[in-house]
């Protein structure tokens, strides 16, 4: 299986930027996923990598270094409504499955 | 207009009982996942199924029973032998196990007492 470490807790002023940083263990990386999901409601869908290197999308950008086991997403201009649960979720073909494995997620709190 | 649906949005069972949960989706998605999130966890995997009328055990499939005999349906069962029902259950699909992405229904929060 896989090992995802991702920070419980990140808080950040509006207009400014954070990264969200992600690691993992697994033997037959296959993707890393990264979902929003505010509080009660479903994860939706920020970004996918399955190759080295930066992929942008507006104002959120992800990362991912397959040496290190090591991603990043990088969220730019801040709102508060980007307050939120970030989830980290990496696939792995080991044995076949390809179902993507969550971290815990990280809490991200945007202040004013 | 295309989708995944979940109902109740809110469930409460008293202890001992056994409950289903509902998900459809009409975005003919072959695969279907059954998900569970507690207070400051990531999602953990109860059970998926790839194709109509075969589904297999996920991470913490013990006490939980799931069918699919339709590609638009795959009900949860939380049984009387799950120790710590109450959690927030979430349901996806996906066009195949190696799709882009998941899509998710809007959850269920399950509550016993």
């Known amino acids: 299986g896989q090992n995802i470490d991702q920070p419980t807790e990140m808080t950040a002023t509006e207009g400014a930027i954070v990264q969200i940083n992600c690691t993992y263990q697994?033997?037959?990386?296959?993707?890393l996923f990264w979902y929003q999901q505010h509080a009660g409601e479903a994860p939706t869908f920020l970004s996918y990598?399955?190759?080295?290197g930066l992929e942008e999308k507006g104002r959120f950008s992800s990362f991912l270094s397959r040496s290190k086991g090591y991603s990043y997403l990088l969220l730019k201009e801040l709102q508060m409504k980007d307050s939120a649960s970030y989830l980290c979720?990496?696939?792995?073909?080991?044995?076949?499955?390809?179902?993507?494995?969550f971290g815990r997620g990280t809490s991200l709190i945007v202040h004013p | 207009d295309g989708g995944i649906t979940q109902s109740p949005k809110y469930l409460f069972r008293k202890e001992g009982q056994n409950v289903t949960l509902s998900c459809e989706q009409n975005?003919?998605?072959?695969?279907m996942y059954w998900y569970r999130q507690d207070p400051g966890q990531g999602l953990r995997l109860i059970y998926y199924?790839?194709?109509?009328?075969?589904?297999q055990k996920g991470d913490i499939a013990e006490g939980y029973s799931v069918s699919r005999e339709k590609k638009e349906s795959f009900p949860l069962t939380v049984t009387s032998a799950q120790k710590n029902p109450t959690a927030f259950y979430l349901c996806?699909?996906?066009?195949?196990?190696?799709?882009?992405?998941?899509?998710f229904g809007p959850g269920t929060r399950l509550t016993v007492t």
């Open positions: 979720a990496v696939r792995d073909s080991t044995g076949g499955s390809y179902i993507p494995t």
């Open positions: 996806a699909s996906s066009t195949g196990q190696t799709s882009y992405e998941q899509y």
């Open positions: 697994t033997s037959g990386f296959n993707g």
């Open positions: 975005l003919n998605h072959d695969a």
């Open positions: 199924s790839q194709i109509v009328n075969d589904f």
């Open positions: 990598n399955v190759l080295d």
